[in-house]
């Protein structure tokens, strides 16, 4: 089960609290989502949680998509940073996977469909037993070549 708590982490460096709290009817939607999905149905939950979050930001915003973020520091919500941040979101419903072939094969099948980094770090460390080493350097190097460091430092050496 994946909690509001989860979801408010997820998002604070991206968001910043007073905009966290600005969106917290949000985060209860995204919440519910996340804790629904299902395999067979959800294929596209990240689209609909980018495009959530943007709908929530712009409106609490009033259109100048400006975050504070913890530091105080102000910062324009890029539209490229909805779909890291719905990714993010992403990797609590995959951390909850359990570690088998049917899971395995459906991270894989994402990962090609989707840019997904989230995808690639179950891939990586949840799923690892099942990778041959080659494979394990090819999603490193996708993922190292593919998005900013800040994304992938805390799993990736």
Not at 45 to 58: E, G, W
Not at 106 to 114: E, G, N, R
Request: glycine content about 4%; proline content about 4%; overall charge negative.
């Amino acid at each position: 089960m994946i909690a509001q708590a989860q979801v408010m982490i997820t998002l604070r460096p991206w968001l910043g609290a007073p905009l966290m709290q600005a969106v917290d009817d949000v985060i209860g939607e995204i919440t519910a989502r996340l804790n629904g999905f299902s395999m067979h149905r959800d294929e596209e939950l990240a689209l609909a949680l980018d495009s959530k979050l943007f709908q929530a930001v712009r409106q609490a915003t009033q259109g100048s998509m400006l975050a504070c973020l913890e530091d105080g520091s102000y910062v324009r919500v890029r539209l490229e940073d909805f779909s890291a941040m719905a990714d993010e979101l992403m990797l609590l419903v995959f951390q909850e996977f359990p570690a088998d072939s049917r899971h395995l094969v459906y991270l894989q099948q994402y990962a090609l469909k989707h840019s997904s980094l989230s995808a690639l770090r179950m891939l990586y460390t949840r799923f690892q037993a099942f990778q041959t080493p080659k494979e394990l350097e090819a999603i490193a190097s996708v993922a190292r070549s593919c998005y900013p460091p800040f994304r992938w430092r805390q799993w990736l050496n």
